[in-house]
């Protein structure tokens, strides 16, 4: 579906509609207050920016040393170029391991891979573990609508409907009570599982560990109990040192959930030693690229900055307006409609970068500092470099160009529009019906020009000075 | 190490030396800086904390629904803990971390194996590597004497707390592995309260997949 269509659609759902409204203030609210915490935000943020642009900036030489320490520790490096790759790589470990079942923490990159359609079609079962995930999953494999709260477009009453049709249970509609049942279904799931996958907020050169960082312990048990764990990041999340970790952790859940710290950061390095009780015995890193190696060097290289926090999202009135299944991919929000057409192809995404009112909330609230407002206006140039926007545009971004260059037809110009707009608002401050372009009026009214236009101003200004 | 999948990592790396313009200088000039990023290790800004550092472990510790108990030495732990238990109607039995297996437990009433976490355990005991008071956190350390079972599976979680061993930030708990561990063990991980989720409405339940309770005693002996 287009995505006009799409957010026509998200914008007649009411139910939508109540719980984007109901979610919003949530987020906003708590990010803003735990910010206050932090004695120097700006300098916070500025040295966040700093370590991701430092690993960045030497990423194949960081990345040969986290895997020289990883294998050092007794985990197995390989990379993935695409989707199709990661696949065969999971696959192929799984069945090597003759493995079943599959527990999976969140991981938004295995999203970008269909990695469930592609276990399932080998015949393996992929639980995804997280409450979130979980649900969706239920739900016949709906799509996350959100980075970091899958569910955020849902009700609890719509949950409560899918556990009790699902669980075949007594419907529930407390939230506590939802929340032990799914924690009684997937707890055998993982005391059965043979493997565990989770993503990777970070992979740390300096020892070569991944971090991980969730609140439920899903995360803990998917990379604790199965005898296999397979964790799969992007190749951008190397960063140098534990320290800078630290740094990275006192933005991260601040931006994404306004809390100090999540319940649990595990930072894990290598496989079982001879003397634990429990721990993986095999761990695989699957590092993929999926359009992000192209990115270094070029204009859009601060992209690579993110830590998937989510807070542009949160602030941005779009997201806020038509939720996240409307932007068509895996991220929604600024950071979506960035990374969509830079991964998917410009051409595949004509509609996002102009999916923004470049109010700039979302570079005010982005704790890597990534100017998100400028990257979508690069994204339009490029658009316009490579002739993908429309003939009509094209056209009458031309003829706009000829007039604006010959001023005397240009004031002439603006002259006859300002009338034709006073004539159709017929003497009221809103436009109902735009003549010319009646589908700009069709969710909106247009504003009607007040009084004199901005050269008639000048030109009188003028007069009174020179008086 | 690389499996079957050279071509994937050649074709990725030389891309990305490419676009970054990698040559031998440079890399010889990188290397040599990013050597002493790691030798270094330097730290990013921290917020500042009040002096008393046990009453803003507290304080942090007790905003996140973790509940804390003092005694003055290791041996008066198990006492603290069986009261605890039975403020709370909880089971006076379960898993003690090895490490701690020879505190008087069963002198306070109490029946705790020393072993790994199992799924059927109701309370873990466990002790920590050290805690942060920046945001009320525990670090767990997995290894024998602390299996990372048992601070997960129960739903209840209780660790005893040197209170020498609460530093002020997170980048004190990894100098202090530096210095004693030499390298990490398998599995670090920081526990702040109770396990969590926001999923449903953005309304925060405690206890989702780990425990519904975390209880500390901090232990004053030196
Ligand atoms: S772009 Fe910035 S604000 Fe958005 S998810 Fe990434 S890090 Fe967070």
Sequence with gaps: ?467 | MHGGNVTARDDILGRLRSKLGRNAQNAATARQAMGEVLERHPGGPRPSQPADRLAYFRQRSEALSTTIDEVAAFADAPAAVAAYLKRHGLPLAGGVAPGLSDLPWAEAGLRFEARGGRPDDLVGITGCFCAIAETGTLMLCSGHDTPAALSLLPETHIALVRLSRIVAAMEDAWQLARDELGRLPRAVNFVSGPSRTGDIEQTIVLGAHGPYRVHLVVIREA
């Design chain 1, 1 to 467: 579906m287009h995505f006009k269509a799409r957010v026509g659609e998200k914008l007649a759902d009411r139910i939508l509609q109540e719980n984007l409204a109901k979610a919003k203030p949530k987020f906003v609210d708590s990010r803003a207050k735990v910010m206050l915490e932090l004695d120097d935000i700006e300098a916070t943020r500025e040295a966040a920016k700093q370590i991701r642009n430092r690993s960045l900036e030497n990423l194949d030489l960081w990345l040969e040393t986290f895997e020289s320490k990883a294998t050092e520790a007794g985990a197995q490096v390989h990379y993935a170029r695409d989707s199709q790759e990661i696949c065969k790589l999971v696959v192929d470990i799984a069945r090597r391991h003759g493995v079943r079942k599959i527990t999976k923490s969140k991981s938004m990159v295995t999203e970008e891979a269909g990695l469930n359609r592609a276990l399932e079609a080998a015949g393996i079962q992929p639980v995804e573990t997280d409450l979130g995930e979980y649900i969706l999953q239920i739900n016949d494999n709906e799509p996350p609508s959100h980075i970091i709260a899958p569910v955020f477009h849902k009700s609890k009453e719509e949950i409560s409907d899918l556990f009790a049709r699902t669980h075949n249970t007594p419907r529930k509609t407390d939230i506590n009570e939802l929340t032990r049942e799914a924690r009684e279904q997937l707890r055998p799931h993982f005391l059965s599982s043979d493997m565990g996958i989770s993503g990777g907020n970070f992979i740390i050169a300096e020892t070569g560990s991944v971090a991980i960082v969730t609140n439920e312990g899903n995360g803990r048990l998917c990379t604790t109990l199965p005898k296999v764990h397979v964790v799969i990041t992007g190749i951008e999340k190397a960063i140098a040192t534990l320290d800078d970790l630290s740094t990275l952790l006192r933005l991260l859940p601040r931006s994404a959930t306004g809390q100090a710290i999540t319940n649990y950061v595990s930072v894990l390095t290598g496989t079982k030693r001879p003397d634990e009780f429990d721990g993986p015995e095999h761990l695989y890193f699957i590092l993929v690229d999926n359009g992000r190696a192209d990115l270094i060097g070029s204009e859009f290289q601060d992209m690579l900055r993110c830590i998937r926090c989510g807070a542009c999202m949160n602030h941005c009135p779009v997201y806020q307006t038509i939720g996240g299944h409307a932007y068509g991919w895996v991220y929604p929000g600024p950071m979506g409609s960035v990374l969509t057409p830079l991964y998917q192809g410009l051409e595949n995404a004509l509609d996002l970068p102009h999916a923004a009112t470049l109010c700039n909330q979302c570079g005010v609230v982005c704790p890597v500092k990534i100017p998100l407002p400028e990257l979508l206006r690069k994204l339009r140039e490029k658009q316009v470099e490579r002739g993908l926007r429309p003939l009509s545009e094209r056209i009458a971004l031309r003829a706009w160009a000829w007039v604006a260059r010959r001023p005397a037809l240009y004031a002439l110009g603006t002259k006859i529009g300002v009338r034709y707009l006073k004539w159709l608002a017929s003497g009221k401050d809103r436009i109902k019906v735009l003549g010319v372009a009646p589908a700009w009026t069709q969710g909106r009214d247009f504003p009607a020009p007040q009084g004199e236009t901005f050269r008639e101003l000048y030109a009188r200004g003028q007069r009174d000075c020179a008086r």
